[in-house]
């Protein structure tokens, strides 16, 4: 072979390399600590928001609970205030005057007033009413219940005891059992209603008080009833021109000296005198020990005794009792209890009063006077 027979063999040319596809090089597989971990944080974000939604539920529910006691003391606050406006001073006014006008437009103006007492039931019955408070409306409808039937029954009773025919005694006495309903009223709102929905209040921690110094305030008293007063047959008649059957023909109290005098009143062994300070504890809420003589020449029935608390300008704090009877010159106490814990930001005025009875004429020894420093 010559030389020039080797140049003419066709050479072999390398075959390139393939580049390795996916551009780059393979990524190691992640390490199963750090996943766990990855979930962990994960599931960590889950459980706070759950707890932020549960925290955010629960204080909607709270707000919206608290929000509907208040609205529903609001509420019995304004329908109780109404049953005294609207219905008892109008009743009362009308009765007072009754005498010297027409029946049948005395009639009409009570019947009126029913009406008005047995929306208000109506109303009452129709509240949104929480938990809580159950109880407690379940005694504001009793008290309304009693002041509406009590209105109805003087209605049907007004013609014929004005009427001046054998059976106005007798009608005279059905109305004057009414008064006695609407005394019970007063008494089942002051020892039932108000402390109830107090309790309820301050239960849900919402500060509340019946003089409003502390945050909501809750209607102490609900007096429908102006005076004892009219719970005396004879008081009734006198007032309607005509006469009870269980009175004298008159329609006055009985002749002679009528009423009571205050003797002393102390706090828990702690007597007051008047024009001298004394210092009392402010809780428990106290209790007044008042001891009175009937000081006439007849036995008094329905004897209301009422203690107040002040200091400085604020609205008193007020508490009463009944006593059911007291004996022509014997000695007579009542027990006046208060539910709240009265103020301790200064001395305080005391002003203790026996409600005058029927036929009661000189009153300066009703009411009695004492500077106390709660603490």
């Given amino acids: ?18 580049a390795p596809s996916g551009g780059g090089s393979r990524r190691p597989p992640t390490d199963e600590q ?3 971990v990855r979930r962990l944080v994960a599931a960590g974000a889950v459980v706070v928001v759950l707890v932020l939604m549960v925290v955010l539920v629960r204080g909607c529910v709270g707000s919206r609970r608290e929000q509907a006691l208040k609205d529903y003391n609001r509420d019995v606050r304004t329908l109780v205030q109404q049953s005294v406006r609207s219905v008892s001073d109008r009743l009362f006014e009308t009765l007072s005057g009754a005498g010297g006008q027409q029946a049948e437009q005395v009639n009409e103006a009570i019947n009126q007033l029913r009406v008005v007492a047995e929306d208000q039931l109506q109303q009452a019955e129709a509240l949104d009413v929480p938990g809580s408070a159950k109880e407690a409306q379940s005694d504001l409808e009793l008290v309304l219940s ?3 039937d009590g209105v109805r029954e003087i209605a049907e009773q007004i013609q014929t005891a004005l009427g001046n025919s054998p059976q106005s005694g007798a009608a005279v006495d059905a109305i004057t059992a009414q008064m006695q309903a609407f005394n019970a009223s007063d008494v089942v709102y002051s020892q039932r209603v108000a402390p109830l929905i107090l309790k ?35 008081n009734v008649a006198r007032a309607l021109g005509t006469s009870s059957a269980s009175a004298d023909e008159t329609g ?25 300070s004394v210092t009392l504890p402010a809780s428990p809420a106290p209790t007044f020990e008042v001891a009175f003589t009937n000081g006439g020449e007849h ?9 107040e608390i002040s200091v400085g300008g604020a609205t008193p704090l007020r508490a009463e009792t009944t006593v059911p009877s007291t004996t022509a010159g014997e000695p007579a106490t009542a027990n006046v209890e208060f539910r709240e814990s009265p103020p301790t930001t200064g001395a305080a005025e005391v002003r203790v009063t026996i409600e005058p009875v029927p036929g009661e004429e000189g009153l300066d020894n009703n009411t009695a006077t004492y500077t106390a420093l709660f603490e």
């Fill in 146 to 148: 009693l002041r509406h």
């Fill in 200 to 234: 309820a209040l301050k239960d849900d921690g919402i500060a509340a008080s019946y003089d409003g110094t502390a945050g909501e305030q809750v209607a102490p008293y609900s007096q429908f009833l102006p005076n004892v007063s009219w719970m005396d047959a004879s």
């Fill in 34 to 36: 750090t996943l766990l």
């Fill in 252 to 276: 006055r109290p009985a002749p002679g000296l009528h009423g009571h005098q205050i003797d002393s009143v102390s706090v828990g062994g702690t007597a007051l005198e008047p024009g001298t």
């Fill in 299 to 307: 036995d008094e029935q329905n004897v209301r005794v009422v203690v």
């Fill in 1 to 18: 072979m010559s030389f020039f027979d080797e140049a003419d063999e066709p050479r072999t040319t390398p075959r390139p390399r393939r």
